[in-house]
């Protein structure tokens, strides 16, 4: 296993974190993701552990909490070898103050997700979205109390825009509070808007991005190839994906797995391994979450690290991939002795 710095932390992550959002499918929506019970979810953890996965990641909202309890009992005795990262800010309960990153509902809701993973600290705890009325200083000052009281470890953020980031950073540094170490985005081969503005943000600032969904909920894990009828029976095709059918162009996706079936052909690997190792070697990156509904999925995930792709592989898959940028990224690149983009080779 490989571990990175989790963006100006100290912390070390593996560059695989497990995600249990499969844990408990206490909802509709995320029965199609998973119903992990307790005895599957700990034989999970334990082979995540003798991989050397050290970050497990979870959310308050996931199942309505049934994923934050069940991963708390599968770590039972175990809480000391691992990092637990989870999320506030969406809805969760009833009432006026039932979500955002109001200081009344992220303590609260640090208490409850304190009380169902049944630990007294929290090592990474997001803000799952943007609140966009709450004040950006209450939240801030909010998440420094937690991590002074030591509840909370580190800070994070998750779904922002660049302002979003950007300006509670600098308020942060303002007043000198915790700042966010880490960022969790949606990146993967189908969606690389986060090289627009994100990833370059992330590169100044010291920002580590967690990505989640690196296989585009399941479009890139190779049972979608233009030369077959798209299944039935995914994820995606139950109404469980967290990619909106819309975001995702029918003629890229084929365009990019035909050039990722040709280098799993090359490499020896599945088409989902080319496709979260492609996304491991892009700046930023600290952890790519992955998710299984079983120990056979969780091995195979294992397989994407070990390696590299080449960079006449990774450029094959760019160019695959590329879309144009929207306003006022195509104008930036128009002047790249202004604007220089990431280094990915």
């Given at each position: ?96 103050n039932n979500q955002g990153s109001?200081?009344?509902?992220l303590l609260k809701q640090v ?134 059918a819309a975001v995702v162009d ?96």
């Open positions: 296993m490989e571990y990175r710095q989790l963006g100006a932390s100290g912390l070390q992550v593996s560059v695989l974190s497990f995600g249990t959002a499969t844990f408990g499918g206490g909802n509709e929506f995320f029965k199609a993701w998973g119903s992990t019970q307790v005895e599957e979810a700990t034989r999970l953890v334990d082979l995540c552990l003798e991989a050397g996965i050290n970050l497990f990641d979870t959310a308050d909202i996931y199942s309505d909490g049934l994923s934050e309890e069940i991963l708390g009992k599968a770590i039972a005795g175990k809480r000391d070898q691992l990092l637990i990262s989870t999320k506030a800010t969406f809805t969760f309960g009833k009432g006026p109001s200081r009344f509902h208490e409850g997700s304190l009380k169902r993973l049944n630990t007294d600290y929290i090592d990474v705890y997001h803000m799952h979205g943007f609140d966009g009325v709450t004040p950006v200083d209450e939240t801030l000052r909010t998440l420094d109390d937690l991590v002074q009281s030591g509840k909370v470890r580190y800070i994070a953020a998750s779904n922002f825009s660049g302002w979003h980031l950007m300006k509670s950073l600098a308020i942060s540094e303002k007043y000198g509070w915790n700042r966010y170490v880490a960022h969790q985005v949606y990146y993967a081969l189908t969606n690389r808007d986060y090289e627009w503005e994100l990833m370059p943000l992330g590169i100044d600032q010291k920002v580590g991005a967690i990505v989640w969904s690196p296989l585009a909920g399941g479009l890139l894990g190779g049972k979608y190839k233009r030369s077959q009828p798209k299944p039935t029976h995914t994820r995606t095709a139950q109404g469980g994906s967290p990619i909106p029918d003629e890229l996706l084929y365009n990019v797995v035909d050039v990722l079936e040709d280098i799993a052909a090359e490499t020896g690997k599945t088409i989902a391994q080319v496709a979260i190792n492609w996304v491991l070697q892009r700046p930023t990156v600290s952890s790519i979450i992955v998710g299984a509904r079983n120990e056979t999925q969780l091995k195979e995930n294992f397989e994407a690290i070990g390696w590299n792709l080449t960079n006449e592989q990774i450029q094959r898959l760019d160019k695959a991939s590329e879309v144009p940028p929207i306003y006022p990224y195509w104008h930036q690149r128009q002047n790249l002795t202004l604007n220089p983009p990431p280094k990915f080779y």
